[in-house]
């Protein structure tokens, strides 16, 4: 993305609509924030919620070239704390789904400007359910055993530094694994305040990567075909989960 520069970014970002669509693509995923980068300047950043700038822009996009966008964006300018968010526009702009970030980055300060979403979003598309999340919602296997028993593919995007790639591209595929689900990750290229390496990657249900794309920026083109229900339903983990022993230890 261009730093805090929504309108340069999504005319970058066109460019990369065309040629997915141009791919035969039936989506397209971008990264966290994904028009204006990673900031906690809430009131530079923010669309207005309900009148988003951001969603005219996507949706027109979408319905030219016909394709779904996902795409990350922020809501609550002038509120004291905003909200990061994750967006799902069908081909002809419909929204599917938007899904509030459930655990912002305390560490790095983000919970002090962003509050803290309250459900997990899942949605069918095309015939596959599907299921939201953000960054650093990939360290709570909860959250994602939960979406798995609706969504069989879950996209994840993210401002995931270089420092720390390899904790990003383990933990991809380990949710993918343990939920027996496709897992798309999508990360950011560049530098501001720290170095991202992107590392996108899309994960097949038994932690197979399929595709990744690191050190530049461009299109990852992956195909997800229809294993995740069929590996479900010939090796079922979550019919040996125990819930409620679990939930009595953790109160224990």
């Avoid at 319905?63 to 509120?79: L, M």
């Avoid at 994750?86 to 919970?111: M, N, Q, S, W």
């Avoid at 990750?185 to 305040?193: F, L, Q, S, T, Y």
């Avoid at 794309?213 to 079922?236: M, P, Q, T, Y």
Wanted: proline share 2%; net charge neutral.
């Amino acid at each position: 993305m261009v730093w805090e520069d929504r309108e340069a970014s999504i005319i970058k970002a066109e460019q990369m609509i065309r040629e997915a669509a141009d791919s035969g693509c039936d989506v397209i995923v971008f990264p966290e924030m994904s028009f204006v980068g990673y900031s906690m300047d809430i009131d530079k950043i923010a669309d207005t919620e309900g009148d988003s700038e951001t969603e005219k822009r996507m949706k027109r996009l979408a319905r030219d070239y016909q394709i779904a966008i996902a795409y990350g964006w922020v809501t609550g300018k002038g509120k004291k704390k905003g909200k990061n968010r994750f967006r799902f526009l069908d081909e002809t702009g419909a929204c599917l789904g938007d899904y509030v970030k459930i655990h912002p980055f305390t560490y790095g300060g983000e919970a002090e400007h962003y509050e803290k979403g309250e459900r997990i979003v899942t949605f069918s598309y095309k015939g596959r359910d599907i299921a939201l999340f953000i960054c650093y919602d990939l360290r709570f296997p909860e959250v994602f055993q939960i979406a798995s028993k609706k969504a069989e593919v879950i996209f994840v995007i993210a401002n995931w530094p270089a420092s720390r790639i390899w904790q990003w591209e383990v933990l991809l595929r380990a949710r993918a694994i343990e939920t027996q689900s496709y897992v798309v990750g999508v990360n950011c290229v560049g530098d501001r305040d720290d170095h991202y390496s992107g590392s996108s990657m899309a994960v097949d249900c038994m932690g197979n990567i399929l595709g990744k794309i690191a050190s530049k920026e461009g299109i990852l083109v992956c195909d997800l075909e229809d294993r995740a229900r069929h590996l479900r339903e010939k090796f079922n983990i979550k019919a040996d989960r125990r819930k409620d022993l679990y939930r009595r230890l953790e109160q224990a």
